[in-house]
């Protein structure tokens, strides 16, 4: 058992304002990657060297047949995340045991693959150690770093980041200067908060000496060009040059270019309110992206600065350039195709109307897919979209900042990683927190208020998780998942604050377990129990958690011997709840080492006894498929069949869907146990719909073997596609664990289906159909499995389906929304009404058993 975390589809971050052309840098960038495996493009904070690195790989994106990821390390501040963080940016979900960066090389030996790394400055040692363990172990990895400063390797290669190119003033300058980087990014921005404004005869010369005393520094000119609301060009000028005075005593030389971009900082700061200079520097605490609800809980402090302070600083930051609004995609995307797959989703307040515009719109929709943004307070003004600075809040909502947001609780529903999300460039939250050290007292306060929040959060998606919420729970965990690793580094790091560290460790077990980090998750529980070595309840509950994690990392040993740890100090502590978690775990080890008799005992006297006060749900499920899992490998498939029908009823009673995909996966089990083949492949399939829903990469991995065995037995077409299910699942596992936990009964499940397959088809067919396999996308795979080979019948038109249960005019629709189409360019190319188009994909998503678009465009490529 457990989860995996979602691969993101998008491997670059979206771009949300314009780029200004830096053509001769992307050239030099280019040819450096051609020549060599580690390039790092050096420069100050502030010069653009994060979105010159996304353009480059965009460019070169086609060069590698694995594709390019991207990697922030801003948030990031434990170097022994490094490779964590690595892995989850590439999809891979190591559950082995070895040190983390050995698994990592393993897993991407074989890969073709550009590697972005961005913000290396603050992690030296561990970003240098990645690089060198990646171009030593592999052939085929390239990487493209970010830095301030060089990382010091001998095959690293140096790309300089300059200021932007600015045309003297004083040179007489014409219409054909306005395409200079500098003064084109100023007049792209000052646009963006005065409409109608250009570069003309009588302003050109002012914009080229205001962006030249800028250095040419990007992000200065950004936040200069934001002043435009309330200044005029030349007085911009004056006024940067009184500052600059202030700054040299006097002196007219030109400014060192770290000095240049603080004295633009702290102009910003200056024309901030006090509460909104407050607010900075306490939301400076907070890593990488964040929403209003944690906004509002570091920031507040109930005395002098309330929620609503907080909620009006945000909207004037933001109006300043300071905060930026992240896109949905950068946010954090959820397992659950959380954000725009189509239609509107749930959290925005304008769903009634599905032409409306939204804030963050793009396309003809508004937003991406056709509807509005989860977290949009309001339908949105159709001016206000992403890319121009100050822009982001809805004037329907009367200044108020994603006014839905806040009102998701500490629970699960109605989150979403989809809703509006914040950040603070790096420069400008290292500005805050300079600020907020100024203030005694005020960091460490501020820490504490993030770290309380991040608990009452976990908190009450542990108590919410065996629920309709999951998948958004899991989405807004991942979105958070740096305020969750600043609020265990507090806790750990701060005297008096290690008991709170271990029970959030804790109290994040479904988190690691079945959201695919189980090496991470040991890496703080551990931290976590040598801090806080007294008997406690949180201790009992850290045990067994490390316990859980080690065996789903193949330490079975240190598994069962903390398992069995836990469950002792729980009885001692009078906890019967914790000493029966404990007690799932030390019959998974039995599972796990193939002791079925053992794992059976174990768990029909858990199931015996009932649910205690206080026990997870999710463990007393999990209990019964275990319980399951161990009938069905004894062959006796009729009393697994009755546990899993028991258990399938707590779980739909309760709206749950993690467990129950594993529900339905042994029910397929036992069924084919049965020799009963059809029903067997029906519930493996809605195991497959449902994991593919929550994303379950290691149970999606499962079940396509499971599937294939069914298939294996098969008249030879499904022996064929035995072949190519068997060639999806291996590479599946292969971000996993190629040798499948070393379970004896997965290894020889999947020899079985392996030998009567290549027994029955030849060699020669079994490898080009099992070839075919390898080389499907995860959603592809999971489209494959999942058609349907019913035969032909009549469509609502009169003609006749192609072994599919869509209608004519249903498959056209499919294939336009494999093209990417939304529901109204649908409509447009099928001159129909955009509410059918609606309709018909509704209607399509219902009849595959999907969740979202992407499905649909996973099953028309396997299709084709």
């Known amino acids: 058992m457990g989860g995996s ?146 990382l010091g390797l001998t095959e690293e290669h140096l790309m300089d980041v300059r200021p932007l190119r600015v045309p003297d003033p004083d040179a007489g300058l014409t219409p054909a200067d306005d395409t200079s980087p500098a003064l084109a990014l100023f007049a792209d921005r000052a646009a963006a908060v005065v409409p109608g404004f250009r570069l003309t005869d009588g302003n050109r010369a002012a914009v080229a000496r205001l962006c030249a005393r800028l250095d040419g520094l990007p992000l200065a000119i950004e936040l200069a060009a934001v002043r435009m609301r309330v200044l005029g060009v030349e007085q911009l000028l004056a006024r940067l040059d009184d500052r600059y005075r202030l700054l040299t005593t006097g002196s007219r030389a030109v400014l060192p270019r770290h000095q240049t971009l603080r004295a ?38 109930g005395e002098h600065i309330r929620p609503h302070d907080v909620l009006e600083a ?52 508004g937003c991406r897919g056709d509807g509005p943004v989860a977290g949009c307070g309001a339908g949105g003004d159709p001016g206000d979209r992403v890319g121009r600075p100050g822009a982001g809040v809805p004037r329907r909502c009367g200044g108020r900042v994603g006014a839905r947001v806040a009102g998701g609780g500490a629970g699960a529903q109605g989150v979403s990683a989809a809703a509006v999300r914040y950040r603070l460039l790096d420069t400008l939250r290292h500005y805050g927190l300079e600020k907020l050290r100024e203030r005694p007292g005020e960091e460490a306060a501020a820490r504490r208020r993030g ?64 959201c695919g ?17 007294e008997d406690t309840r949180e201790r009992a509950r850290g045990l067994w958690v490390s316990g859980l994690l080690a065996a789903v990392t193949q330490d079975l040993a240190l598994g069962r011997r903390r398992a069995e740890h836990a469950r002792a100090l729980a009885l001692r502590l009078g906890d019967e709840a914790e000493a029966a978690h404990a007690g799932y775990v030390v019959g998974v080890i039995q599972l796990f080492g193939d002791d079925l008799t053992g794992a059976l005992d174990h768990f029909r006297s858990g199931v015996a006894r009932g649910p205690l006060p206080g026990q997870h749900l999710s463990l007393v499920a999990l209990d019964r498929v275990e319980l399951a899992c161990a009938l069905s490998f004894l062959g006796r498939p009729d009393e697994a069949i009755a546990v899993c029908e028991e258990t399938r009823e707590l779980c739909e009673a309760h709206g749950e869907e993690w467990v129950l995909s594993y529900v339905l996966r042994m029910l397929a089990l036992a069924r084919k146990v049965k020799g009963e083949r059809g029903p067997a492949e029906r519930h493996a399939r809605d195991a497959l719909r449902l994991k593919l829903a929550v994303h379950d990469v290691i149970g999606i991995g499962l079940t396509l073997d499971l599937l294939a065995e069914i298939a294996s037995y098969g008249t030879r077409a499904e022996l064929e596609r035995a072949a190519v299910l068997l060639g999806a699942a291996d590479r599946v596992w292969a971000d996993i664990d190629r040798g499948r936990w ?123």
């Open 5 to 150: 975390a979602p691969r993101r589809e998008s491997p670059l971050p979206v771009e949300t304002t314009s780029f200004v052309d830096r053509r001769a840098e992307l050239a030099e960038g280019r040819e450096l990657l051609a020549r060599a495996r580690l390039v790092t493009l050096t420069g100050p904070g502030g010069v653009g060297k994060t979105r010159l690195a996304v353009r480059i790989a965009a460019r070169v994106a086609r060069a590698f047949p694995d594709g390019v990821r991207f990697v922030t390390l801003s948030g990031l501040h434990d170097p022994h995340l490094v490779p964590h963080a690595v892995a989850d940016a590439l999809g891979l979900h190591d559950h082995s045991s070895r040190p983390p960066l050995d698994a990592l090389v393993e897993r991407v030996r074989d890969r073709r693959l550009l590697l972005v790394v961005d913000n290396c400055e603050h992690l030296p040692d561990a970003c240098a150690g990645l690089a060198a363990a990646l171009l030593h172990g592999t052939t085929g990895i390239r990487l493209l770093a970010t830095s301030r400063h060089r």
């Open 264 to 301: 633009a900082v702290d102009w910003s700061h200056d024309l901030c309110t006090e509460t909104e200079r407050v607010v900075w520097a306490r939301l400076s605490v907070l890593a990488g992206t964040f929403d209003l609800e944690a906004a509002e809980a570091v920031a507040a402090d």
């Open 314 to 365: 945000v909207a004037g930051l933001m109006d300043k350039s300071v905060l930026t609004r992240q896109p949905p995609e950068e946010a954090g995307t959820g397992p659950l195709g959380a954000g725009t797959d189509g239609g509107v989703v749930a959290g925005c307040g304008a769903g009634e109307d599905p032409g409306a515009d939204c804030w963050a719109g793009e396309g003809p929709g």
């Open 451 to 514: 770290r309380d929040w991040v608990v009452g959060r976990v908190a009450g998606c542990e108590g919410a998780w065996f629920g309709p919420g999951q998948r958004g729970i899991v989405a807004r965990l991942r979105a958070d998942r740096d305020s969750l690793r600043a609020a265990l580094d507090f806790s750990l790091r701060t005297p008096g604050e290690a008991l709170t560290g271990l029970r959030l460790a804790g109290d994040l077990w479904f988190y690691w377990h079945a």
């Open 517 to 533: 980090a189980p090496r991470e998750g040991r890496h703080w529980i551990e931290r976590a129990l040598d801090a806080n070595p």
């Open 742 to 864: 070393g379970s004896a009964a997965l290894a020889g499940a999947r020899q079985g289906s392996e030998g009567r397959s290549r027994g029955a088809l030849g060699d020669d067919t079994y490898r080009r159909r099992y070839d075919h396999g390898a080389g499907l996308t995860l959603t592809e795979a999971a489209g494959y499995a999942l058609e349907r080979p019913d035969p032909p019948r009549r469509d609502d038109g009169g003609g006749e389906t192609t072994g599919t249960p869509l209608t004519r005019r249903e498959r056209q629709v499919a294939e336009l929304v494999a093209e990417g189409l939304g529901n109204q360019q649908i409509a447009d190319r099928l001159v129909i009404a955009r509410r059918t188009a609606e309709g018909h994909v509704e209607r399509i998503l219902s009849k595959l058993g999907f969740s979202n678009r992407s499905q649909i465009a996973a099953w028309v490529t396997a299709r084709r």
